[in-house]
């Protein structure tokens, strides 16, 4: 669990064969008490291939009328590492029990080198049961991060043959 700007925060790190799945958690509750001021999160892989350090950062405006809502998303790499990785980032609301309200939207995808960023946003009328502003303050803001390439370098394993002693260079991925 993560802390940022007084709010609270929940991000979840999955190792994936090729990269990381990252779902930061938000309340929506928090993200209108910000009155349309960005919340920002940082971010770190801490990954033994390419360690990458993120800030994403979110406006969100609802409009208390009609329930619309204006999610603006910016993921920003703040390290300075050799390497491009690959990220798509999606936004997704989901209710308390963790039950998905409204399917992912793609907000951006690209290749990343230290110091770029990737920034969409997303906009949406919510389904009538939906709309209610007091409702929707109990809905969670998911913003999932897909980080890839950073567990794919290719790498040299020398492998022993026992039948003929002698020494292979295989190139493998990992």
Request: net charge positive; proline share 3%; with cysteine.
């Amino acid at each position: 669990m993560a802390i940022s700007n007084d709010q609270r925060v929940m991000i979840y790190d999955n190792d994936s064969s090729d990269g990381h799945d990252v779902y930061c958690y938000i309340p929506v509750r928090d993200l209108v008490g910000l009155n349309s001021r960005p919340f920002t999160v940082d971010y770190n892989t801490n990954c033994p291939d390419l360690s990458t350090s993120w800030r994403l950062g979110i406006v969100y405006k609802q409009n208390p009328e009609t329930g619309n809502v204006t999610c603006f998303v910016t993921l920003n790499r703040t390290d300075v590492k050799v390497g491009y990785v690959k990220v798509f980032v999606l936004v997704s609301y989901l209710d308390a029990n963790g039950l998905v309200v409204h399917y992912p939207k793609l907000i951006g995808t690209g290749q990343i080198l230290a110091g770029d960023k990737i920034q969409g946003s997303s906009e949406e009328a919510r389904h009538p049961g939906y709309r209610s502003y007091i409702f929707s303050l109990g809905l969670f803001l998911r913003v999932s991060m897909f980080f890839r390439n950073c567990h794919s370098e290719a790498r040299l394993h020398a492998k022993a043959r026992f039948c003929t002693g002698e020494k292979k260079m295989y190139r493998s991925k990992m």
